[in-house]
């Protein structure tokens, strides 16, 4: 029986180190540009879940290419099913671009997804072939209206839908009435909701009024520096960040603490508990460069908490 059943997209990163942005119209010159092991957020979701001991299957479309051959190397090395990586002439791999600032913080400019040749058709075949399943987790790095379908098709069969609706469209209006578990920063919970424009005003007023906009069951959301909470409907649940000496890379670690959290509530651990240890695992994620290489094995997470709570 597959525990986890992941549907969004791979791609391979490409970073390079800023000190600034560049104006339009301006070149910049930055250091370091390199390929790294650094997927889309399918394959980074699926490699964390793999790595936490979760029985894990994807599913994706990706190019005939060397940079769909390292996501289905990541994935299957990481114990991940890999049967419905569907693989085609028809698109190149997605690549993405990071740039990385002075202290950390990251920028991502994605590239085009190789899954715009995914059909509901092979999305629906896969779940139907993976059934009895415990949990769907999806994103809009595939086309949100295919995702939507596919998160209804889980829900139906008696699945946990847990969706990162990321990247958004701002002018787009999104029945989440599927989603048991909403993941979202700030940038998407203010690009989402008018009601709230900076962290100060999040209260459990606005987020009523958000649920009830978007029917999706609890939020899940994360804060950076300020730490993440969780609504569900009738309370907020906050949790403090992990602080760290040093921050390497923050890219991937929301994906990471999706894993995390899901991969709690899968072993039957209460979302309080998930939360803070996800907490915990993104916070020793952001210590090592890159995100294949930043998502550790339980054992290793373990050992880090014991290590600050000394």
């Given at each position: ?20 942005m ?17 997927g ?14 979760v029985?894990?299957?994807y599913i994706?479309?990706?190019g ?17 099913n ?13 690549t993405?671009?990071?740039l ?24 629906e ?7 009895p399943?415990?949990?769907?987790i ?57 009601d ?53 890379n ?7 603490f ?53």
């Amino acid at each position: 029986m597959v525990d986890v059943i992941v549907l969004n997209s791979h791609g391979v990163g490409q970073y390079a180190y800023t000190d600034r942005m560049p104006k339009w119209g301006e070149t910049l010159s930055v250091s370091r540009w390199h390929v790294a092991e650094d997927g889309g957020k399918g394959s980074n979701v699926s490699v964390a879940l793999g790595r936490l001991g979760v029985n894990t299957a994807y599913i994706g479309k990706v190019g005939n290419d060397p940079w769909g051959d390292l996501g289905e190397k990541w994935m299957k090395e990481s114990g991940v099913n890999t049967e419905f990586l569907y693989r085609t002439d028809e698109v190149s791999t997605g690549t993405g671009l990071i740039l990385i600032g002075p202290n950390g913080e990251n920028s991502i400019i994605d590239g085009d997804s190789s899954s715009v040749k995914l059909t509901f058709e092979e999305v629906e075949e896969a779940i139907n072939r993976l059934h009895p399943s415990k949990y769907l987790i999806a994103g809009f790095e595939i086309r949100p209206s295919l995702v939507l379908k596919a998160c209804e098709v889980a829900k139906s069969k008696g699945m946990i839908v847990a969706l990162n609706p990321s990247p958004l469209e701002e002018s787009k209006e999104y029945d989440f009435s599927s989603v048991d578990y909403l993941f979202i920063n700030e940038t998407e919970l203010f690009t989402l909701t008018k009601d709230i424009t900076k962290v100060e005003l999040i209260n459990e007023n606005v987020l009523k009024l958000f649920r009830d906009k978007y029917k999706f069951k609890t939020l899940i959301l994360t804060l950076g520096s300020e730490g993440s909470l969780y609504f569900d409907g009738n309370k907020i649940v906050r949790f403090k960040s992990v602080n760290v000496d040093s921050v390497v890379n923050t890219a991937g670690a929301g994906d990471g603490f999706m894993a995390a959290v899901i991969a709690n509530l899968c072993k039957g651990k209460s979302l309080d508990f998930s939360m803070k240890w996800a907490s915990y695992y993104s916070a020793l994620s952001v210590t090592i460069n890159g995100t294949i290489p930043s998502y550790r094995p339980t054992e290793e997470v373990e050992r880090f908490i014991k290590t600050l709570n000394k």
